[in-house]
Structure formats: structure tokens, C-alpha cells
């Protein structure tokens, strides 16, 4: 069944029929998953047909399946998916409660199974928790999760998905200083609080904010601050055109 699932990737990688293999593939999995329910690779029937009820575009189907294999309290990769497919199914629903509840256990998992996963999961299992926790109105683990965004090294990130996780993380971050009006006293805590070299990316989330609220000159401010004391804001077209206005 998984050659079969294989052959499909490859025949929908190539604009293919492949709908016909995967449809086959879930035959022979769901029928060893009724057969076999205490086999040591029952976990892994589970999630491929997930995966493959996924592909065939059955998303409640899947849903149906991930809950199936989150059942089991034993940590592993396949249990690890399954939470986080759950939590971006709610998410996607605007369910961000839940969403937040799937994605911590997703990376409670992959804390406890740390040796198994890149630091790439890890910095993709953050992200799902930090703006789930957002939208959540949990600002402090939302903080927390960009915390942990800042500090994970960016191994397996292309230069876009690298530049998108620290401008969001920044735009969380960022508004959690919205009730402090002294500038003077936010560029304290962006110190205090956020790693250097990520400051230029926190003082543009700022100016954007000022920039709607038409404080100017604060925006201006922010700009040569961040600037002056942090090298990678010259990689923001954004805070150099802010002092041509």
C-alpha cells in the first residue's frame, strides 16, 4: 500500500491520474488497520490513511482517523502529526481554542521526542502556537512561542519562509507594547525582551502601527533607533524609506 501511495505522489506530481492509486491504497490500508489493531506498525496505518484521505481531498474523513490515532498516549511522530492535523483543522475553522489545545500537545510531543525531529518541526510547531495563542487572546504564550521563534536556529528555512516567521513573530511581539505610548520606554523593552539581531524587525511592526495611527515622527524615530542598533534593519526597505518622508 505504500508503493501504491508512492506511485500516486509521483503520477500527481506529474499532473497524473493518480487518484485511482491512492483510492487503491486506502483499500488495502483500511483493510489491515480492521485486521491487524494491535500490530506494532498500526500507527503508522493510521496516519497514511489520513495522509491519503487527505489527498483524495476527504477532510472530515482524515479528522475522523487523526482523532482515532491521538487516542494513543504513548509520544510518537505519527501522534505528533495527528495532533497538529487536528489543530490545523480548527484553526482553518476559526476554532483557535482548540487549535491552541492540539498544537501544544503536538509540541509537548515533540519537546518529549526531541531526537526524532529537526529543528525545522520545531520551529513550524512554535509558529502554530504562537499565533493560535493569538488569536486565542493568550498574549503571554503567544509571546512566549515567538520567544522560542527567535531563539531556535533557522536550519531548513528558505530565505522567504525565514524572513515571514520573524515579521510575524515581530507583529505578535510587537503588539503587545499597543497600551505603551513612550516610545522611550518601548525601546527598553524591545532590549530587555527581544534577542538582537531581531529588533529592526520588532521596531517595524511599530512603525507600521504609527504609520496608521499617522505618528509620524514617532514611526521616524523608531526607524533610526532601529537602524543605529541593529544591522539587519538595513535588510528593511521599509525602515529606510520611512526617513525619506
Excluded at 489527498?55 to 475522523?64: E, N, R
Excluded at 521563534?149 to 511581539?173: M, V
Aim: charged content about 25%.
Amino acid at each position: 500500500s505504500f508503493a501504491l501511495f508512492l506511485l500516486g505522489t509521483e503520477l500527481k506530481e506529474n499532473n497524473s491520474d493518480y487518484r485511482e492509486k491512492y483510492q487503491n491504497a486506502l483499500k488495502i490500508i483500511k483493510e489491515s488497520v480492521r485486521a491487524y489493531p494491535h500490530s506494532l506498525l498500526h500507527d503508522k496505518s493510521l496516519y497514511l490513511q489520513a495522509i491519503l484521505l487527505e489527498s483524495l481531498d476527504k477532510k472530515y474523513a482524515a479528522q475522523k482517523i487523526w482523532k482515532i490515532l491521538v487516542q494513543n498516549d504513548k509520544p510518537s511522530t505519527y501522534v505528533h502529526h495527528a495532533h497538529t492535523a487536528l489543530g490545523d483543522f480548527f484553526f482553518h475553522a476559526e476554532k483557535y481554542q482548540s487549535a491552541f489545545i492540539e498544537y501544544q500537545k503536538a509540541k509537548n510531543i515533540l519537546l518529549q521526542l526531541k531526537d526524532n525531529f529537526s529543528s525545522y518541526y520545531e520551529l513550524k510547531s512554535w509558529y502554530r502556537l504562537a499565533w493560535s495563542a493569538y488569536f486565542s487572546g493568550k498574549m503571554q504564550d503567544a509571546i512566549e512561542a515567538c520567544y522560542a521563534l527567535f531563539s531556535l536556529p533557522k536550519e531548513g528555512l528558505t530565505q522567504d519562509e525565514k524572513r515571514l516567521l520573524i515579521r510575524d513573530a515581530a507583529k505578535i511581539i510587537s503588539r503587545s507594547f499597543i497600551e505603551i505610548e513612550d516610545i522611550i520606554s518601548i525601546k527598553r523593552l524591545v532590549k530587555k525582551r527581544i534577542p538582537n539581531p531581531y529588533w529592526g524587525a520588532v521596531s517595524l511592526s511599530l512603525m507600521n502601527r504609527w504609520q496608521q495611527e499617522n505618528a509620524l515622527q514617532k514611526a521616524s524615530d523608531m526607524a533610526l533607533w532601529a537602524l543605529k542598533n541593529d544591522q539587519t534593519s538595513y535588510e528593511f526597505p521599509e525602515i529606510l524609506s520611512q526617513l525619506e518622508k
